[in-house]
């Protein structure tokens, strides 16, 4: 298989076929809130598809003041994954426990780092176990693996850059946090937030992209929800929700119709709503 005909998705049975092959490397991503009160690496010690490495989401980015998981440097990035034996010439299938929110992050993240056979698992672990497919609990010691990045600058929008867009419009922005929180109706889960959107801001909840069994909608549904929310997908699209980690499902549903050439706003809005000059909108669009 190769890269044109490789992701961004694959289905569990492809990836039970090809589990034990000899450049095929798996990863669970999952990664939650500190509100949720999961412990999502004990919960991989318990159970993971066999032979999986855990990716912890917050390790391998980088703190910055309400912002827990900014994209790191790519010397930072290619360290943290070359310990985890996911680097150059493999297919890296990665997957979690939480809605595609991570596993989409992480894809996101190794492609802006150059890394382009990559590809999430549809339907992630909780399909994987409802067919009744292997999990074990056995650690795993990976072989370390030499990652090259190639920082793909396109993919990645920041402050300022979002802050010209207000004026020129060039970009939609897509905000795919839950729609009271959009609207300024509901807290923020972190401190310090102011509560709304960016102005001019469309909304398109990631999980409106989710099938009843966990799997990402097709072509077609994908392309209605995001003609529902006011998106014009003949121009280009930058993702962002709380703290660009659901913003990445956004990507991944975009990738699957054929735009993966969308960018993802970093910092969102635990950036974004914790300044105070920026401006910020509330109620619909």
């Not at 095929?24 to 919960?43: F, H, I, K, M, N």
């Not at 996101?108 to 999430?120: D, N, S």
């Not at 072509?219 to 003949?234: N, S, T, W, Y």
Request: proline share 8%; hydrophobic share 40%; with cysteine.
């Amino acid at each position: 298989m190769t890269d044109r005909d490789f992701g961004p998705l694959v289905t569990t049975a492809w990836l039970e076929a090809h589990l034990d092959a000899p450049d095929v490397r798996v990863a669970d991503c999952t990664w939650c809130l500190p509100q949720s009160g999961r412990d999502p690496r004990r919960e991989y010690r318990e159970r993971h598809i066999p032979g999986a490495v855990f990716f912890d989401l917050d390790e391998v980015c980088v703190p910055v003041d309400l912002h827990p998981h900014r994209v790191p440097d790519p010397a930072r990035f290619a360290s943290r994954v070359r310990r985890l034996g996911l680097g150059d010439g493999l297919r890296i299938v990665l997957y979690d426990a939480n809605d595609f929110c991570a596993s989409a992050r992480v894809w996101w993240m190794f492609r802006l780092f150059g890394h382009r056979e990559v590809a999430v698992l549809d339907g992630g672990l909780g399909k994987w176990i409802a067919e009744g497919r292997a999990v074990e609990d056995r650690p795993v010691e990976p072989r370390e693996r030499h990652f090259t990045p190639r920082q793909n600058h396109l993919l990645l929008r920041e402050l300022e850059q979002i802050r010209d867009n207000l004026t020129t419009r060039r970009e939609q922005l897509v905000d795919a946090r839950a729609p009271g929180r959009f609207r300024g109706e509901e807290p923020e889960p972190r401190p310090g937030l102011r509560s709304g959107h960016i102005p001019g801001s469309r909304n398109l909840p990631y999980k409106r992209l989710l099938g009843p069994d966990g799997t990402l909608l097709g072509e077609a549904e994908i392309r209605r929800a995001f003609a529902d929310a006011g998106v014009d997908l003949a121009r280009p699209v930058v993702t962002s929700c709380g703290s660009g980690v659901s913003a990445a499902v956004l990507n991944l549903a975009l990738a699957r119709i054929g735009i993966a050439d969308a960018a993802l706003y970093d910092g969102s809005w635990a950036e974004w709503g914790a300044r105070t000059d920026t401006p910020v909108a509330t109620g619909p669009e």
